[in-house]
């Protein structure tokens, strides 16, 4: 199964309407996404809580590491240059911190508020080799910048 951005985004927007809390937005997202495409194996959101620093947020599938410095990861990479990160095998990626032994390529996306301030990252893993692609990143910058404004 592979998600239609569309519809998420459909589905997104009505369950989120007139919400403002940051959290709840981040954990609604994580929901509908992880359950959206069979490639997603570890869904969630790493959230800036102090200088240079992600901490883990809401998120779906096995345990997450807790803290991610900017400078450290695929996670520490997209928050330290504002920039999508697709990695097709982790295994090549100088740096990659394995939170979870399955994962074998990811995604990580920048997150802004409306302000354009980075709140923190959406971290997608999937235990397939090249599972992302420009479509996944495309699609979910838009869902981003529906939900957050950003």
Known sequence: ???????????????TEGEGDTVALMAT??????????????????????????????YQGGHGC???????????AAARTGE???????????????CASSTRS???LPVRDAAGVLIGVL?????????FDARDANGLTRLLRQTFGG
Request: hydrophobic share 45%; net charge negative.
């Open 123 to 131: 971290d997608i893993d999937s235990d397939q080799i090249a599972a």
């Open 84 to 98: 999508v990160q697709l990695v097709d095998d982790v295994e090549a990626f100088e740096g990659h911190i394995a």
């Open 66 to 76: 807790l803290v991610i410095p900017f400078s450290r990861g695929v996670c520490g």
């Open 106 to 108: 990811e995604i990580v």
């Open 1 to 15: 199964m592979r998600i239609d951005y569309d519809e998420v985004a459909k589905v997104l927007a009505a369950l």
């Open 29 to 58: 997202m994580v929901c509908e996404l992880h359950h959206a495409d069979s490639r997603f194996d570890w869904t969630g959101f790493y959230r800036v809580t102090q200088p240079e620093t992600l901490r883990i947020g809401p």
